[in-house]
């Protein structure tokens, strides 16, 4: 009992901090402040921390899984919210479907980003120190470089050797794209609550932990500035993953939900049978409006 009053505390805090119209305004505009900043940090943290090794566990863990780790908490969200108020499989797929269309338009950015590396970058071999020595080193003292052909980013850094080219950063397109998303999915749950909707543990529960892994996420987009700046590469792949959010929520979902579109959050969900209800759910999705 104790435990769940927490929880419930807890919920409804982060809830009414989702929805805020303030937040929901503002919160694109403050990855944005970090991804211009953020670099700026590199000059006062330790490069001694354990943040500052590639090797470390959250890296390893949830980076590299990052828009799994994303799927699964936000799609068991979803659905459990979805099919809990309307009890409809079809309803609660559609609402599904935009962590489809997000991740299909994620693995196309990866795609593209692997073609455009291939296209405009080269691999180089550093050359053994006796061909140094016998035919001299550059001006400033760095070991001579030998360009190798036909090499593609992949290969050449498994084979240990260098790749210089035009690169933008999947880490922070992918960690703004899923802060976006996961801030955008969770905001229905203020407005959901405001309507008396049940909301049992479990679902509490599922919310939180959509919670938790937005932190997360922020949290890791700021290591990655702060210990890994890699400016303009950084910018430009949260500029694409807050590109990527405004063409779909507010762009593509706002047409309503029909056979080619999957619809905003909270669509068809936000409804009760009484009148009452009726007219506090209108002042909700009035402001909700308003906000975007």
Not at 138 to 164: F, H, I
Not at 167 to 173: G, N, Q, Y
Request: proline residues 4%; neutral net charge; charged residues 15%.
């Amino acid at each position: 009992m104790f435990l769940n009053s927490i929880l419930v505390v807890i919920t409804d805090l982060a809830a009414g901090l989702l929805g805020n119209a303030s937040f929901r305004r503002h919160f694109h505009l403050l990855l944005s402040a970090l991804l211009l900043f953020g670099p700026l940090l590199s000059l006062w943290v330790s490069h001694y921390s354990v943040f500052a090794k590639r090797t470390h566990f959250l890296y390893r863990v949830f980076l590299r899984s990052g828009w799994g780790w994303t799927c699964i908490f936000v799609g068991s969200f979803v659905f459990v919210l979805s099919f809990s108020v309307r009890r409809s499989l079809t309803l609660s797929l559609r609402h599904l479907s935009r962590l489809a269309v997000a991740g299909g338009l994620w693995l196309g950015f990866r795609k593209l980003l692997c073609l455009l590396e291939n296209a405009t970058g080269s691999c180089y071999e550093p050359l053994s120190s006796s061909l140094e020595l016998a035919s001299g080193t550059n001006g400033d003292g760095q070991p001579l470089l030998l360009l190798r052909e036909g090499e593609t980013k992949e290969a050449c850094v498994r084979s240990g050797m260098l790749w210089r080219g035009y690169e933008v950063s999947e880490d922070a397109l992918l960690l703004c794209l899923c802060c976006l998303l996961l801030a955008e999915e969770t905001a229905i749950f203020g407005p959901y609550l405001c309507l008396g909707g049940p909301s049992e543990a479990p679902l509490r529960i599922l919310f939180l932990f959509c919670v938790l892994l937005l932190s997360l996420w922020v949290f890791l987009l700021l290591c990655l500035l702060a210990y890994f700046p890699e400016f303009p590469t950084q910018l430009l792949g949260g500029a694409l993953g807050c590109l990527s959010w405004r063409a779909l929520y507010q762009g593509w979902y706002r047409l309503g939900p029909s056979w080619y579109c999957p619809g905003r959050p909270g669509v068809g969900l936000l409804s009760t049978q009484s009148k009452q209800d009726e007219t506090t759910e209108t002042l909700c999705e009035t402001n909700d409006k308003d906000i975007n």
